[in-house]
Structures are given as structure tokens and as C-alpha cells.
Nanobody
Framework: QVQLVESGGGLVQAGGSLRLSCVASGDIFSISAMGWYRQAPGKQRELVARITSGGSTNYADSAKGRFTISVDNAKNTVYLQMNSLKPEDTAVYYC????????????????WGQGTQVTVSS
């Protein structure tokens, strides 16, 4: 019912930048929050950054000062600008979106993207 398509991952040298994008589509009535998570090999998935519909943001300590999350509400798109990348940022990055579905049922949803690989070489 809600599909997320991520893009923007890739291979970059340490100190470089990448911009991830995630477009949400489908039976969306409203979005309450959008976020980015990451999972490195052998580790649990962790929050990187999250933004609410009211514009409140929170970042992982490792992302503060280097990453910026933003949204284009008209396009149901969330971005993650990643600067000063480090090898330890290497992971699969997942988009997560929560909100309400359209239709009479007024059901909440929470969806994950398929993930996009970010690899930072030293």
C-alpha cells in the first residue's frame, strides 16, 4: 500500500559526500515522520536521523554535525545529506516512513525501503 524507493547510495572516499533520497508513494493520507536507519554487517539496525511532520529532527550522535535530514512534503520525499563521510559510515541505509493510509479505515502504516548501500573507502 505504501512503497518507498531509495536512491543515492554508492562508493565514496573518506571525507566525501553523498545525498540519499527516498520517495514514498501509494495510499498515503498523511505522513507523521520520515527517517533514515543504517545497518552495518554484523550489527543491529540503528537510527541515523529522523524528522517529524512538524519539522522536529533527531540525529544519532555519530551523525550530528555531518548529516542533515530534510523533506519535500509536496513530493513525499526525504533526503539525507551526508558530508565528511568516514569508513565507519559504511552500511546499508534504509528509509522508514510512518503515517496514515488514505481511505475510510484510517489505518496507520509504517514502511521500510529496500535499502541502499553506502561504502566509504579509507
Amino acid at each position: 500500500q505504501v512503497q518507498l524507493v531509495e536512491s543515492g547510495g554508492g562508493l565514496v572516499q573518506a571525507g566525501g559526500s553523498l545525498r540519499l533520497s527516498c520517495v514514498a508513494s501509494g495510499d498515503i493520507f498523511s505522513i507523521s515522520a520520515m527517517g533514515w536507519y543504517r545497518q552495518a554487517p554484523g550489527k543491529q539496525r540503528e537510527l541515523v536521523a529522523r524528522i517529524t511532520s512538524g519539522g522536529s529532527t533527531n540525529y544519532a550522535d555519530s551523525a550530528k554535525g555531518r548529516f542533515t535530514i530534510s523533506v519535500d512534503n509536496a513530493k513525499n520525499t526525504v533526503y539525507l545529506q551526508m558530508n565528511s563521510l568516514k569508513p565507519e559510515d559504511t552500511a546499508v541505509y534504509y528509509c522508514n516512513v510512518g503515517g496514515m493510509l488514505s481511505g475510510l479505515s484510517s489505518r496507520a502504516f509504517g514502511s521500510w525501503g529496500q535499502g541502499t548501500q553506502v561504502t566509504v573507502s579509507s
